[in-house]
C-alpha cells in the first residue's frame, strides 16, 4: 500500500513539473500577425539574426543538434515548435523564459518577425497570413507611422509619430517610445524611454563619440515601449550621426587568431623550442637503444671467445 501510494505521488509530482514547463502564451498574443508578408529577403535577414542570437543554443534547424538543456532548446523545425502560431513564436522570443533569454530590448519587431520567417522556412505546410495595416488600441482605425531625423546642432535625434485617419493626420501624444543604434550584436540604446508630447515628437541625445560607418552613418530603430496599446510600428533610419570608423582587420597585426604566417612571435619560438625538444629526446633514447644494443653485441662476443678458450 505504501509503495502504490509512494508511485502516486511521484506520478503526481512528475504532473505538476510537466505543467510548469510548458509555456503558456496569453490568448491576446496568439493571433498576433506579421505586418509584412515573409519572403526570400525577410527569411535571409532572419536567417543572420537566428545564427547569430538563436544558434547557439537551438542549432541548425532540421539538424537536432540543440544544447543539452532542461528543459531543451528545441530545433525550430520540429513540429513541437512548428505547431506554435506565428504570435506564440513572436511572444515566445520577444519575452524568453527561464534560460532563454528575453530579445525584447536586443531585437526589434521586425527582426523578430524576421526570426519567424527563417523558422517557418522549414514548415512546407505553412501558409502566412499577415496584417497590412498597423493599428492601435489607443488610435481604433488609424495606420500608425513614425519617422527620425537628425538635429546637427544640438546633437539630437527627433522621433515624430502620427497616426493617420480617415478624418486625417493626428499626433501620437503620451507615447512611451525608445530608439536603438543598430550593432554587430544586438542593438545600443540611445538615451533613455521618452514620451511623445502634443505634437508627437521625443527628442532623444545622441551618445558622445558614436561610432558610425566609414560616411559616419548609423543605423537607428525606432519602436514604442507598450506595442500593445501602440501597435508595433517601427522605424529604421540611415543618419549620419556618427564618427567616421574604418574597420580595421582582424588580422592585419600578429595574433592567437591569425594564420600561422603572423602567429605571435613567442608562440612560434615556443613551438620550434617543443619540437627541438622532443625531437632531441627521441634522439637520446635512440642513442641510448644503439648503446644498449652495442653493449649487448659485445657482451655477447666476449662470452662467445671465453667458451671456445
Known sequence: MRKILAILIILQLLSVNMKAQE???PDDRKGRLSTFPFDDNTRSSGQKIYNLNCMSCHGTPGKSNYLNLVPPPGDPATDKIQHNSDGEMFYKVQSGRGQMPSFRSVLTSDELWQVVSYIRSFNKSYKQ???????????P????????????????????????????????TDAGVRIFIHRTFGHQAVDEEKIT??????????????????????TVSARFVDEDTFGTASKDTVLAAGIRTYPVSLVKERAMWNKASKAPLWIMLSYILGVLIAWSFIIIVLLKIRDIYITGKYIESAESEKQNN
Do not use: H
Not at 197 to 218: C, Q, R, W
Open 23 to 25: 509555456w503558456v502564451v
Open 129 to 139: 497570413q499577415f496584417r497590412a495595416v498597423i493599428s492601435s488600441s489607443a488610435y
Open 141 to 172: 482605425g488609424a495606420t500608425i507611422n513614425m519617422t527620425l531625423a537628425l538635429n546637427e546642432p544640438d546633437s539630437t535625434f527627433i522621433l515624430t509619430a502620427w497616426a493617420d485617419r480617415e478624418t486625417g493626420r493626428v499626433p501620437v
Open 197 to 218: 508630447d502634443k505634437t508627437g515628437k521625443a527628442v532623444f541625445k545622441i551618445p558622445l563619440k558614436l561610432n558610425g560607418d566609414s560616411l559616419g552613418n548609423v
